[in-house]
């Protein structure tokens, strides 16, 4: 049987700890090659690897930038800091339907090529407000908001793209070792920007972003992938994302997945708007002090994408698991008052969220047929781009009523709450499955 017959055939009913059931003929899980790097033995991956690098580098000082921009303009204001959050994100809440159906319908790396040409454009635009300091907080917001909806346009068919360049078997390494570059540029990014925005201030860093983008439409053009034969459908574009919807409820456990994330965006994934409050207020430093917290977690994020390629098995209860370990890490961070402390602290929360995120993305690439793996992906960039900025608003306004500890200190305890009840789930229903037979 080929991989691609194999993929066709029907995937059992989820069992009742929302583990993915057997296909007839395969294991009950579902598994994977070894080895963290084999991904990278392939030309098209390298290439789309060293794309994603340069873009990703841009990503993260123009990010880092919005943000110090935004602290120096309302002096670290938690509510405009979550209102720049909110409409950085969510774009990908509004239109990523539309984005996943667009994956699957054109020519995936066109698509990437044509939203980070817009990204170059609009990086610019924004620089050249820099240099004249128009940098009031409500023009932020609109940029941020304008590159949100680049970002939402982009994600699917940029993720789906990871999957078109590596052999089924070598799905989960490209997955992980794309997303532990995202985090080695998390690292390298605030580190960048740093002194960027200390000599130059923001303009030079989205000049920088504006550059990186149009290298990265250059080294995608080299890109050389099969051509895609999309599957025949009728219909617009809700009809095809109901589809999409259909698939998911058709492969499970990736509705239970999708659920798993979106709790883990609003009540976990969206502690990072804080990290310039609790730089400036809990621990007293410079507004450009958040970015020694935020290179720190990206430490820990590429330990933790790395780790889950070395699995064997990709499962939901995994995610769970790292989950409970999130939430743990993030409640400490939220009451430790000792810089260092925080700072290795930072690096435990980043471990746990990127293995959280990367578990179930690679779970649901595994689960998705690739002529509807667009819109699984569009639907994975609604519960994890898409809810975080909810999750934004409300740590951002109760760190301004309250407190920054506070608010990530209630997240963390919500999504441990739900991770042990998936890990309870699963443990119940593995005493209760041998009775049954």
């Known amino acids: 049987m080929t991989i691609h017959e194999a993929r066709a055939l029907p995937i059992a009913a989820e069992d009742e700890a929302g583990l993915p059931g057997p296909r007839p003929g395969e294991p009950d899980r579902i598994r994977t090659g070894t080895g963290a790097f084999r991904a990278l033995h392939h030309r098209e991956f390298r290439l789309l690897w060293s794309a994603y690098a340069l873009g990703d580098l841009g990503f993260w000082i123009s990010y880092i930038s919005l943000q110090w921009a935004m602290t120096r303009a309302t002096g670290s204001d938690g509510f405009w800091l979550g209102a720049l959050f909110f409409c950085n994100f969510v774009p990908m809440l509004l239109l990523a339907p539309i984005a996943g159906v667009t994956a699957d319908r054109l020519d995936r790396k066109r698509v990437l090529m ?13 620089a050249v407000l820099m240099a004249i300091d128009a940098d009031a907080p409500g023009v932020l917001v609109a940029f941020g908001a304008g590159f949100g909806a680049l970002f939402a346009f982009m994600a699917p068919a940029s993720q789906a793209l990871v999957a078109n360049s590596v052999p089924e078997a070598d799905l989960a390494s490209a997955v992980s070792v794309q997303s532990a570059g995202t985090n080695l540029w998390r690292i390298t990014g605030p580190a960048i920007a740093a002194p960027i925005l200390a000599a130059w201030g923001a303009g030079a860093s989205f000049t920088l972003y504006a550059v990186t983008s149009a290298v990265f439409v250059l080294l995608l053009a080299r890109l050389r992938l099969t051509p895609r034969v999309p599957y025949a459908e009728e219909g ?11 698939h998911a409820r058709d492969r499970p456990p990736a509705l239970a997945a999708l659920l798993t994330m979106t709790v883990f965006s609003v009540f976990g994934a969206a502690h990072v708007v804080l990290f310039p409050v609790f730089a400036t207020d809990v621990f007293d430093r410079s507004a450009t002090a958040f970015t020694a917290l935020v290179s720190a977690s990206g430490v820990g994020a590429v330990f933790g994408a790395l780790g889950t390629a070395r699995r064997p098995a990709v499962t939901l209860t995994a995610a769970a698991g790292w989950l409970v370990g999130f939430a743990v890490a993030a409640l400490a961070f939220s009451l430790s008052r000792s810089w260092p402390l925080s700072l290795v602290l930072a690096a435990a929360v980043g471990a746990c969220y990127f293995s959280v995120t990367t578990t179930i993305n690679t779970l649901l690439h595994l689960l998705a047929d690739d002529d509807r793996r667009g819109r699984i992906m569009g639907l994975f960039t609604v519960t994890w781009a898409g809810a975080i ?14 407190s920054a500890p506070v608010a990530m200190g209630a997240g963390a305890l919500v999504c441990g709450a739900y991770g042990l009840a998936v890990l309870v789930r699963a443990r119940t229903s593995a005493v209760r499955t041998p009775a049954a037979t």
Do not use: H, I, K
């Open 114 to 126: 044509a939203t980070r040409g817009g990204v170059a454009v609009v990086a610019t635009a924004l």
């Open 236 to 246: 617009g574009v809700w009809s095809r994302w109901r589809e999409g919807l259909r």
């Open 389 to 402: 900025p909810f999750g934004g608003l409300w740590m951002g306004a109760v760190a301004e009523l309250v």
